[in-house]
């Protein structure tokens, strides 16, 4: 028997899909204009033709950022610090959840109030800066890694998806087997947490990658910059170019040039993040699926 659908879910279907079709097009768009001005001409840019596609397609503006060796650079140390912070950063939420997600551990409460406590109050810029200098990380690649190694909201989500995803049975098995916590954790909790595990290391990378404001304090020598203080670095630069220019032609063109730059700067800033995240993209759909049925 086929279902009759009435006027007003026919009507719903019709704003719903026109809705997300104009949400798409909000979100989409903007990432195609900037690829498509990043393989632009200066003139266009400036002329205002592109809309959708590149016109008079050109890639002198990905040549001018390559060859500054400092862009380079500052794209070796942005992997250095996501791959080695990202692990690190996995490494201890998962070695802080696990515990705190056992009933039997003392002072279970009063440890995770501690962490809580650290997501509402803070001792601020200057004490952090006081702690980074006085154990010696000032001017280190750990000055980028260790002082926000630990995210207490991603460690309050693992917590949360090790108490409710996993069953309690499954733990009382395998203490009648004998295993230890350790032989627990990798056997029964890792296997079964690939989906959040994967969620939390993707914010970490995020935020790793993204950041710069720790490197602007703690770094001083340019090759340790990440790529996003070598790309802030250039565009004050080109910036500071043109205030200095003194014939109106040659500005246009340099501004142009500098426009094309920023949108291809963009670009290679987030081209590794958008290539890793459709091989996350099914584990956002699990951990979201996680838990909507029961049976």
């Given amino acids: 028997m086929v279902k009759k659908h009435s006027f007003s879910d026919i009507s719903f279907d019709i704003v719903n899909r026109l809705f997300m079709i104009f949400c798409t097009l909000v979100v989409v768009y903007p990432i195609i204009y900037i690829v498509s001005s990043s393989f632009s001409s200066?003139?266009?840019?400036i002329a205002g033709k592109v809309w959708l596609?590149?016109?008079?397609?050109?890639?002198?503006?990905?040549?001018?950022?390559?060859?500054?060796k400092q862009v380079v650079t500052g794209y070796t140390n942005s992997i250095i610090y996501t791959a080695g912070g990202t692990l690190i950063s996995v490494f201890l939420t998962i070695a802080a959840a696990y515990p705190l997600s056992r009933k039997f551990l003392p002072g279970r409460k009063f440890f995770t109030a501690m962490?809580?406590?650290?997501?509402?109050?803070s001792g601020g810029l200057i004490p952090t800066y006081f702690v980074v200098r006085n154990v010696g990380l000032i001017d280190t690649r750990?000055?980028?890694?260790?002082?926000?190694?630990?995210?207490v909201w991603n460690l309050m989500v693992t917590l949360t998806y090790f108490k409710t995803s996993i069953s309690e049975e499954m733990f009382e098995a395998a203490i009648i087997e004998g295993a230890s916590d350790?032989?627990?954790?990798?056997?029964?909790?890792?296997?079964l947490s690939q989906a959040i595990i994967a969620v939390i290391a993707l914010y970490y990378a995020i935020?790793?990658?993204?950041?710069y404001f720790d490197a602007l304090i703690y770094l001083?020598?340019?090759?340790?910059f990440p790529l996003q203080i070598i790309l802030r670095n250039i565009l004050i630069i080109n910036q500071s170019d043109l205030s200095m220019g003194a014939d109106m032609v040659a500005m246009a063109r340099r501004q142009g040039m500098a426009d094309v730059m920023k949108y291809a700067l963009i670009v290679i800033s987030s081209a590794p993040l958008l290539m890793i995240y459709p091989f996350v993209q099914k584990h956002f759909v699990k951990g979201v699926m996680l838990g909507s049925i029961k049976g």
């Fill in 142 to 151: 750990w000055a980028i890694i260790l002082p926000n190694a630990l995210s």
């Fill in 220 to 224: 001083k020598s340019s090759s340790k």
């Fill in 182 to 191: 350790f032989r627990i954790l990798q056997a029964i909790v890792l296997p």
């Fill in 207 to 211: 935020g790793i990658w993204n950041s």
């Fill in 53 to 68: 596609l590149p016109v008079e397609p050109s890639i002198k503006a990905y040549q001018a950022v390559f060859r500054n």
């Fill in 115 to 121: 962490f809580v406590f650290t997501m509402l109050f």
């Fill in 42 to 45: 200066a003139n266009a840019i």
